[in-house]
């Protein structure tokens, strides 16, 4: 008595009914199509003519050319894609229409038909469904990571300079005043003046540098809005020298301003006060010692332009091209080794750009820096007021 066993014979495919085929088609989230060579429609499900309808507003039928519907200027592509296909090749692309101004995305797959099971690819199914939302999410969540990194990258940045381009200074006037202190009980006046002066420099660094902190960060925290006002543009730029004088007398350098008693200006006085402190300090960082500053500003079809030339070190261009364009901050050290915090310059140039303006820096290495701040004379308001 045998006890061999056959294997079980494969189980032929069972025809799907035609209309259970028509509902299962027509139940599918996605639009389905079969079309010809040349590019005919062979068949749709009611999915793939309502996106037909509602996005190209036509009426297509069985038979009907799928032409009108395909962007001209792909027209090689799809070409080159369909004979890909026919040639037995399965693709999935995501393909970017502009329907009605607006980009809308798809994922499309394109699966050759053989019909008659001869190996002979003469038709062409497409299976698609719109992604413009998913896309449109994907973008928001990449968006929201980019200002997580810059948010970590600000937080890094600003307590690096709070730990060292602050505390250093003042560790140092610690040690100053305590030698002042000493040249007070001994009563060497001398030495008292000294030390005073020294004083009086760092402190003003001090100060200049917490102003930068503090302005910068908040511009990161996109809390920093433009108050409009009117004021003088002089009084602001003597303001400016008188608390730089400490920094530009040991040096010796001297400053010389063009600017008319008149001269007034429509915008955020203190945003303009810091543009202008810190692009007369980088004048005096950068300077010679025996050197000049020529500060100008004159008015010209609507607009104040505010010039600081020097004739000091300069910059080279890929330096004022990385601050400008990519944001990156330029620490560098100037003629008498003073040190910044390397946030003043990109902090300019934000607030020029947010108060409607713009800053423009020629530099040469060893030659000096022409720099030129351009703002609207008159504000929101007053802009309003003669309209």
């Given amino acids: 008595m045998s006890h061999y066993r056959s294997e079980p014979d494969e189980p032929e495919e069972t025809p799907l009914e035609p209309v259970l085929g028509q509902a299962i088609l027509g139940s599918t989230p996605h639009c389905v199509a079969v079309i010809s060579d040349d590019l005919k429609l062979v068949y749709g499900n009611l999915n793939f003519f309502r996106f037909l309808k509602n996005v190209f507003d036509l009426d297509l039928g069985v038979g009907d050319s799928l032409g009108p519907v395909l962007p001209k200027e792909r027209a090689l592509r799809w070409q080159l894609r369909m004979e890909e296909v026919l040639g037995g090749q399965c693709k999935r692309v995501e393909e970017v229409l502009e329907v009605k101004g607006e980009t809308r995305y798809f994922d499309v797959a394109y699966q050759p038909l053989d019909e008659r ?182 008015a010209t079809d609507g607009y104040v332009s505010f010039s600081v030339l020097d004739h000091g070190v300069g910059f080279a261009p890929e330096e004022i091209l990385s601050v400008r364009e990519g944001g990156r901050r330029l620490s560098k050290t100037g003629t008498w080794g003073e040190h910044g915090t390397g946030i003043g310059l990109k902090t300019c140039y934000e607030f020029a750009a947010r108060l409607g303006g713009s800053l423009d820096i020629v530099s040469a290495q060893n030659e000096g820096t022409a720099t030129t701040l351009r703002l609207p004379q008159m504000g929101p308001s007053d802009a309003a007021q003669s309209a």
């Fill in 117 to 298: 099971g001869r190996n002979e690819w003469d038709r062409i199914v497409l299976f698609f469904e719109e992604i413009t939302a998913r896309k449109r999410s994907e973008k928001r969540l990449r968006e929201r990571e980019t200002e997580l990194e810059e948010s970590i990258a600000t937080r890094e940045t600003l307590l690096s300079v709070i730990s060292h381009d602050l505390r250093s200074p003042v560790f140092q006037l610690n040690g100053l005043l305590f030698m002042i202190r000493q040249s007070a009980e001994s009563r060497d006046e001398g030495r008292l003046q000294m030390y005073a002066e020294d004083l009086e420099e760092r402190i003003s660094h001090l100060t200049h540098t917490i102003d930068n902190v503090l302005s910068w960060s908040s511009l990161q925290r996109q809390s920093l809005e433009p108050k409009i006002s009117r004021f003088s543009l002089e009084s602001v730029l003597e303001h400016a020298i008188g608390l730089l004088k400490p920094v530009a007398q040991p040096k010796g350098v001297n400053v010389r301003t063009t600017c008319h008693p008149g001269m007034e200006l429509s915008s955020d006085r203190e945003m303009v006060a810091f543009i202008i402190r810190n692009l007369v300090n980088n004048a005096i960082k950068f300077s010679r010692e025996g050197g000049r500053i020529d500060i100008s500003a004159e």
